[in-house]
C-alpha cells in the first residue's frame, strides 16, 4: 500500500467532512495540475491518505482516509455548470482524474505546517519544500512514520 497527502481547503472538503459520513466514500476530484493528476492515477484501492487543511487558519494535517476506489475519470470535467468543467475534455480522452476515499480517523490534534518543516527526515517531503504547490503527492513510508511518530 501506498502513503499519500491531499490538500484541501475545509470550507470545500475537510476531515470532518468524512468524519461525519465514516461510511461513505466521498469522490475526491477537482484537481487541475498534470502532476498531482499523474500521482492520483497511481492511487490504488487501500492506499492510506493524509488530508492536510491549507488556505485556513488552523493549517496542517488533519486526519487519515483510505482509497477506495483507484482512479477514474472525473466527471466534473464533463460538466458545462462545474467550476472544474473542461472544454477540452472528452469522454474517449479525459484529461482529469478523480479517486473515491473512505474516513478511518481524525487526528487528535493538527500537526501543523511548522511542526513538518521541523521534523527530522522529513527533507525530501514536497509539502515542506519551498515553492511546492501540489495538491496531491507521495509520501514514504518512513515520512508516513515520522510524522504520525
Given at each position: ?11 470545500e ?9 465514516p461510511?461513505?466514500s466521498?469522490p475526491?476530484?477537482?484537481v487541475r495540475?498534470?502532476q498531482?493528476r ?13 488530508i492536510y ?5 488552523h493549517?496542517g494535517?488533519?486526519?487519515i ?8 475519470p472525473?466527471p466534473?470535467q464533463?460538466n ?7 472544454p477540452k ?24 505546517l ?17 515553492g511546492?504547490?501540489?495538491s496531491?503527492?507521495?509520501v514514504?513510508?518512513d515520512?508516513?512514520q515520522?510524522?504520525?511518530?
Amino acid at each position: 500500500m501506498a502513503k499519500w497527502l491531499v490538500k484541501t481547503e475545509p470550507s470545500e472538503c475537510s476531515i470532518n467532512d468524512f468524519a461525519q459520513k465514516p461510511d461513505t466514500s466521498i469522490p475526491w476530484d477537482g484537481v487541475r495540475n498534470y502532476q498531482a493528476r499523474n500521482f492520483l492515477r497511481q492511487m490504488a484501492e487501500g492506499d492510506q491518505v493524509f488530508i492536510y487543511h491549507s488556505s485556513c487558519k488552523h493549517i496542517g494535517i488533519a486526519g487519515i482516509v483510505r482509497v477506495t476506489r483507484s482512479a477514474y475519470p472525473d466527471p466534473a470535467q464533463f460538466n458545462a455548470d462545474s467550476p472544474y468543467h473542461d472544454p477540452k475534455s472528452t469522454h474517449e480522452q479525459p484529461r482529469w482524474q478523480a479517486v473515491d476515499m473512505q474516513f478511518v480517523e481524525k487526528l487528535p490534534k493538527l500537526i501543523s505546517l511548522d511542526r513538518l518543516k521541523n521534523m527530522d527526515g522529513l527533507e525530501d517531503l514536497p509539502l515542506v519544500r519551498k515553492g511546492s504547490r501540489l495538491s496531491v503527492m507521495p509520501v514514504s513510508e518512513d515520512e508516513w512514520q515520522r510524522i504520525l511518530g
